[in-house]
């Protein structure tokens, strides 16, 4: 497996949890971005941050001041910090592998991993 997500679980209105998935060494250095989407039942699948190979990160507008997009090159992990989670957060959270350098559309992941639960309670 490529990717592989951990850290998600359950989490209070207003608590964090950090997210990572661990890549694998393919990829070293063969990745234009990298981001974590999410999808809530019933819903599409939405983009919610990304990190391009200069490092520049890009936040959709609810993500922004609340998460916080990493990748660390030496242990090959893409971390999501998470804030201030709010119930509608409460989704299934995938990192991917895109292949433009912006990565925030689903439709330019190539690689997917599992995804890793995240359930907000009220």
């Known amino acids: 497996v490529d990717l592989v997500e951990s850290g998600g679980g359950e989490a209070e209105t207003g608590g964090s949890l950090t997210l990572s998935c661990a890549v694998s060494r393919f990829f070293n250095n063969r990745w234009p971005s990298m981001g974590w989407f999410r999808q809530a039942p019933g819903k599409e699948r939405e983009a919610v941050a990304s990190v391009d190979k200069s490092g520049r990160t890009r936040y959709q507008d609810f993500a922004e001041g609340r998460f916080t997009i990493a990748y660390d090159n030496l242990n090959l992990a893409l971390s999501l910090e998470m804030n201030s989670l709010k119930p509608e957060d409460t989704a299934t959270y995938y990192c991917?592998?895109?292949?433009?350098?912006?990565?925030?559309?689903?439709?330019?992941?190539?690689?997917w991993g599992l995804g890793t639960q995240v359930t907000v309670s009220s």
């Open positions: 991917a592998i895109c292949g433009d350098d912006y990565c925030v559309s689903r439709y330019a992941a190539d690689y």
